[in-house]
């Protein structure tokens, strides 16, 4: 009996709009939660085939499906702490919970799209609601090593020691010294010009290169020519190496280094204009410029004076910050001015961002709709950039829920109408017999 179709139709219509309801409780309830995506109801008509006679109609009713907009983006808020992170653009990132550490199996990897991070009491990186960010820990010289991108495989969850101290060893020094053009003349006093320079070693230790700069005097005329020695401090002030440089004196190129004879240590380069030396710790590149390059170890006019001496690496220091950049990159920073990149942060991709399972805290697992995961460096591929002191905010539109709330009252008080209608109705038929 079609009209007994019309009181099941009406039923599927009130429960249709209280999943709705249910939909647009929750977003206008989220409406200032970080990350938060917007849940959707949809509504799909049921069609029931009625009798082949003339004017017969069967209600079907109505089908709910819920749904997350899980792609749309909400808009970034400025925050003061620097993990603080978000995405500008797709991809999100990997985190696991803080309960899963403590499980002697690998960590459920779960994804979101932003969080607020502080360090514990054991210096792991997480949220508040408890999630812990997950990252590839770099190598010593802040490398990265190459992880499959298909599984989390490499993927640890990030611990800095605040209280921690690091050392920067120095790989390279620059040497741009001017040299007296005087003293490699006949009837100079031929005495050594001494300097040093100092460099750090593997454990931080402050380490000196003794150099000592003697010229050629000549019977008559100028030699434009000096024996180098560089002695190292940390091998017991040893030789490290001994080199002959002998200078221009054209005008075109005057007081420039015309060529460098090894006697020992390490080879000159005179593309590069490099010295391969080794001190205690290792190997240590110095340069001291080009053939021709006025920018290196020059001789010019009366006076003995470092122009300019650069190097790399840094004292022994303490961790006062860490930050995050575009690349997913933690870069730790120390009060001697060293910085370092401890780990990379991934970006997760799917297919279809919009059929992932959702969780609780703002959190996602793949699933069949979504299809696997894969691992990207922030800014390649789909994914967008890192940004740092941000969070994304909840995707609701309050106003577009409270008028959709009007229409869902409306249209669940036009179902329970129905039914009333329907009532009435079936008493008419009851009344028949009377």
Known sequence: MSISSSLNAAVSGLNANATKLATISD???????????RAEAEFNSLVLSGLSGAGAYFAGGVRPMSARSIETQGALVATSNALDIAIAGRGMLPVTTYSALSNTTSEPMMMTTTGSFHTDAQGILRTDSGLVL???????????PNYPRGTQTGLVPIVINTNQTAGDPTTQMT??????????????????????????????????????FTPTVPATGSSNEWTMRMYDSAAGGALMGEYV?????????????????????GAYDPATGQLDMTVAGG?????????????????????FSPTQITKDGSPVGNLTDVEIDENGFLTATYDTGFTRR????????VPNPNGLRALNNQTFQVSPDSGSFTLWDAGDGPTGEVVGYAREGSTTDVAAELTSLIQTQRAYSSNAKVIQTVDEMLQETTNIKR
Do not use: C, H
């Not at 977003?27 to 995506?37: D, V």
């Open 27 to 37: 977003n206008i309830a989220n409406s200032s939660t970080f990350g938060y995506k």
């Open 134 to 144: 997950l990252g590839w820990a770099a190598n010593a010289d802040g490398t990265i």
């Open 175 to 212: 040497l741009a010294v001017n040299l007296p053009a005087t003293e490699t003349e006949a009837g100079s006093s031929g005495d050594t010009l001494p300097m040093s320079t100092e460099y750090f070693g593997n454990l931080g230790t402050s380490e000196t290169i003794e150099i000592e």
């Open 245 to 265: 440089l002998t200078f221009d004196s054209t005008r075109a190129s005057g007081g420039t280094l015309a060529s460098v004879t090894v006697i020992s240590g």
């Open 283 to 303: 190997p240590l590149t110095v340069t001291i410029g080009r053939i021709g390059d006025t920018n290196g170890l020059t001789q010019l006019s009366d006076s």
């Open 342 to 349: 401890i780990y990379q942060v991934p970006l997760v991709d």
